[in-house]
């Protein structure tokens, strides 16, 4: 072997080893670093509802003065005013304040899915079946399911289907001593907030037969809210569309307001 070869070889050979060393002092860094610092931690989907939960059910209690408009296949419009008034998570009373044929027609929901329904017309206070308590509440596409006070979490087991655009997707069934007309919802929340904006409400047969949109997410006082929100019937094709003109938080609503000599009052 000539002395250039046999020179080159060496060459190589330191070049390899100093290669060699290189990555090992790199691996032994790597090691050396804490090893519990955890990457980004997935949210299971039962603490993304219970989140959520926590989210709309966060003030003390909601003062609301709303208006509805009901949209029909033809884009007719009728335009109702109505007051909600909520406390806590599990209750929850709504007037009709106009027009005049709808005036004084009142809904309270109590929780253990108790739920009540004055009618001016008849003045007479009556509890809501949970067989019929999917049945649409004043000619709205809210049914008084819709409407009650709840936390998911106490009515359905989430599943979550995927995260995209920010957003977690969730899928929910009721539990089995749950009283629906739901065979599953399909909900859209805001990975930043927990806030819901898109709800799909599916029927026994399992078709998707209505829809909710929550538009002009806010914080007011510390809370988020949707200032408008839209419920549409894609059989009836007709929608209703919900706006909130004014709201009150944590304004120290009684107990004894949600209680059925309240309805009529």
């Known amino acids: 072997m000539n002395d250039k070869i046999y020179f080159q070889i060496i060459k190589e050979d330191t070049k390899m080893k100093k290669i060699t060393l290189s990555i090992f002092l790199m691996l032994g860094i790597i090691m050396s670093l804490p090893q519990d610092l955890p990457a980004e931690k997935q949210l299971t989907a039962l603490q993304i509802l219970e989140k959520v939960d926590d989210v709309i059910n966060a003030p003390k209690d909601q003062d609301l003065k709303i208006k509805l408009i009901l949209v029909d296949k033809n884009g007719k419009e009728k335009i109702r005013e109505m007051s909600m008034l909520q406390k806590g998570s599990d209750k929850r009373m709504v007037k009709f304040l106009s027009p005049a044929n709808q005036k004084g027609i009142a809904f309270l929901s109590l929780p253990n899915d108790i739920m009540y329904l004055y009618l001016p017309a008849f003045k007479k206070v009556r509890r809501i079946a949970s067989h019929v308590k999917n049945t649409k509440f004043a000619g709205t596409d809210f049914t008084y399911e ?6 998911y979490l106490e009515k359905y087991n989430p599943e979550l289907m995927k995260k995209e655009n920010d957003s977690y997707i969730l899928q929910l069934k009721p539990k089995k001593e749950v009283k629906t007309d ?3 919802l399909v909900i859209w929340i805001r990975a930043d907030n927990f806030y819901p904006f898109k709800i799909e409400y599916y029927n026994k047969n399992r078709t998707l037969y209505k829809i909710m949109l929550r538009e002009k997410i806010e914080k007011v006082n510390g809370y988020w809210i949707s200032k408008e929100s839209e419920m549409e019937d894609l059989k009836a094709k007709h929608k209703t569309k919900m706006c909130i003109v004014n709201v009150k ?4 609503i009684l107990e004894k307001q949600f209680s059925k000599r309240y309805l009529n009052r």
């Open 146 to 151: 819709d409407i009650e006070a709840i936390r």
């Open 249 to 252: 938080f944590d304004s120290g």
């Open 182 to 184: 739901y065979s599953k």
